[in-house]
């Protein structure tokens, strides 16, 4: 079977994402609450449970609720019923992207004035519809992906552009998903469409010319060190003709830009030997100016978005332990000014600027702490969002609204909770009442899904330590259960959050408790925890992992029998975890697993990987290691090479088409393991990237992770 056939390698760009401040580092090495109570303290060093606790976990996970333990892993891993929702600039209808069966997913379109079923606009055979965006009142953008085909298919195929009307008529190929044709998707009018090297970049809320309805799209370029670049131009999306942009001077080689609401740039980002610089014009500037300039990794602010008088928002440290906060910039003074807008200890904050549509004036952030908050500045705007939430209480409800502050406002209300992935519901201020759309995930019952809370703890070190836990629905207190310390990618990411999150639910299904701590270089939780994880892969990265289960532990949540798990960077932690902590693991089980931090460092030039030598010479070595400096501290950290100290069982998983960790990572890995006696249990999709895509292989990983997990954790069966 081709599951389990060795082979070679593909891919895509490495470390394209990794953020300009080492918070928004998310190289792509990863895969990818109830509201927190009082702190916990513990003693992660606490000797664990004994083996009569042991014993009455394994009984304890085989007595939880049976309901959740009964779904099939499909279940949990099928594309969402309703994606993409997104509320029309008028407030009169919907549009969003649905999951119909075993078709693809469409696009529909609803009046949220009537009583008509949804009408599907656009829909493919072999495309599914992803990232639904109005240009205006009457025209809608979207782009496809392929679903059902591996995402090394993707690699090859990009998600193109597309245009059509909100009846469904005039659909448009803006962008090309590939320079042949594309079977069913022939049929769209495409003379004019750009290379698959465009990308959507800006819809302006104000269109610059009456009449006509234009987006900003960019055109990529790989410029020094391997950095892409965008050069933005504008595009009608009824005709499909392309106008150059007046950028007035702005700089070349441009990273990132941002708009003002009338699609006019603002503030660019550019990069040269290490170092950012950003760059501002503001209304009313004839020329750009430098705001600021220094190296990648410690840009003292960066920008959120720009308002139309002239306001750009940016989030910057400034809380007690570096916690990123939003605040205005100070142009002038070249500072953000005080106080912030949005802070919350011990968070940062993830902001986004929330503007009237109609008038331009902002009128409140949205940020993340433990769960997603909204402030509003608008009074009338707060009082929406404090009707909506004692409707639907307990619950995060986000707020797209048009016309927010008058009478008859309309709003588009998507409410989770961390057992529901999701609700939509229309809110019609006239009436005062809520109209219910849909469930995101319609086969699912929140009821026997897992709670989710966000403890904290402190590290061998004092490190304060951010632990989720997701706890099986009918777990008893006092009762320890097997758990599955899930270990997330990047590493430079955060984690978790307070919500139904797919792997953690399914896993936490069939009894066991999950365990996913946001160790130290986690981003999330300020910018010392985030630092305080340089150079620590397979040191005190590692520790922390070990501290939150010993915690667990101590605390008899967790029983002595307990697995790690990853994907990624997560992976990689998953096989430090047997080096590093033997013993305290009865098994590991990695996927698309960093094996070897030296190919990172200095990839060979026969290896196709997806890096950048901007981020290699520039970040990782700050992040990760100096290849020369630290060679023998990462060989003590390359899991290929400590096979010797590895006892407990492998599974270990990966994608042929794997760029970001090519597949040399699982071969070394696999082939020491066999050469020691002790072969892992080997899965190879050979279709598939970094992130597992097709649905048949994520189902079937699923369940071979769960049958290896029952095996160690459980003793039973497969």
Known sequence: MKHRHIGRHAGRHFGRHLGWRARGAATALGLALAWGAALAQGNPAAVGATSAASAASAASAAALGSAARALPAERFFLPLAIGSARLSPSGRQLAFTRAVGDDAVQLQVMDLAGDEPPRRVAGYRDADITHVVWASDDRLLYSVVDLRSGSGLDQRVGHGLFSVRADGRDTQMLIRRQAGPVSSLADVRRARALSPDHRLLWVPAVQPEAGRTQVVVGSVERGDEGLYTWVPQWLDVRSGHTTDMDLGGAPKAVLRWWFDRR??????????????TLHWRGPGDAAWQALVTAPALRMPFEPVAVADDGTLYVRHAAGPVGEEVLSRLDVARGQPATPPLLQFPGFDVRAQVLTDLHSGEVIGVRGEAERERTQWFAPAAQQLQQAIDALLPDRVNRVDCRRCTDDDAIALV???????????????GATRQLQRLGAVHPDLDPATMARVQLRRIRARDGLSLPVWLTVPAGAVPGQPLPAVVLAHG???????????????QFLASRGWLVISPEFRGSAGYGDAHLRAGFRQWGLAMQDDLADALRWAQHQGLAGERACIAGGSYGGY????GLVRAPGLYHCAAAWSAVTDPMLLLQSPWWLADDGIEAVRRHRLPEMIGDPDQDADRLADATPWRQVHRMRAPVLLVHGGMDRRVPPLHADRLRDALTAAGRPPEWVYYGDE?????????????????????RRHLDGAAP
């Open 573 to 576: 932690a998953a096989l430090m």
């Open 490 to 504: 990047g590493p430079w990411l955060r984690g978790s959050h307070w919500r139904w999150e797919p792997m953690a």
């Open 263 to 276: 699609g006019t740039p603002r503030a660019a980002v550019t990069e040269a030997r290490g170092l950012r």
């Open 689 to 709: 990237g970094h992130a597992f895509r097709r649905l048949d292989h994520r189902v079937d990983f699923a369940q071979r992770l769960e049958a290896f997990l």
């Open 414 to 428: 998507t409410s989770h909770s961390d057992r529901d992935p999701g609700q939509l519901y229309a809110y019609h």
